[in-house]
């Protein structure tokens, strides 16, 4: 049950309408799970959220700012303007059997949502459906926007809604993740990242006979991991690095590795505007 002492007929009718959809708001984030799609390839999830906000009354967009997965569903008009944010993309090799604690996958090797992807989804589009069910029985003025912005563990969709204008508009803007307490924090919280990978050429040669011609690209790889290490003691922003890829043989120096890493592009500091963003990133490539 939510909590409603106190919290005004407006509040109090948006609590009783979750509380009334429950069953179906957990069906939702249930459904995501066993999508389990990766990013950018959020085909199912957007499709069934898409049609939950169209059918609930929401003016949906899809395939806002190039991405196909990526939608933006609105209620109202004027001011205030609320932007709620999903996201539901799922992890590489993550898949998990809903209900046990250890380890066990659905599928060996499949992705799946042990980020909780999936209840971050759910919660928004149910709490954006409570919202405008609430601002048409009191007469609240104002616009929701329901962003849905794909692939969101590589960073990559909501860079680009800014770039197109998305939240030019915005007053606030609300951001769910599931995590180990049940709390909110406001202000300028989290960060804006982008992530970038990079990938190493090395030469391939026979390990035993003559490794003396080959150029491992796993050095390249070693030297700017631990460069990157050495270096994020004195950065100002956070960054963080994935190695990706394995050898292909273990007789051979092999001739490419990648690596992925997440940087921190922005100093935020305020007074901060979605519209200076822009300025200090205008020539972002289109997808
Ligand atoms: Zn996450």
Redesign the pocket.
Known sequence: MTQTQDAGPEKSFAFDFLDRNAAEIALLGDSIFYFGELGMQEFETAKLMTELLEEGGFTVERGIAGFPTAFRATFGSGSPVIAIHTEYDANPDNSQKAGVTGPEAIVEGAPGHC?G?NVNAAVMVAGALAAKEAMQKFGLKGALKVFGAPA?EQLVSRPYFVRDGYFDDVDVSLTP?IGAQFNVGYGLIQSALISAYFTFHGETAHAASAPWKGRDALDAVILMDVGMAEHREHMMYRASASLRKAATSQMSSPSARRCGGIFVALPLRPPWRFSSVRRKWPKAPRL
């Open positions: 980020e992807h969101e993740h």
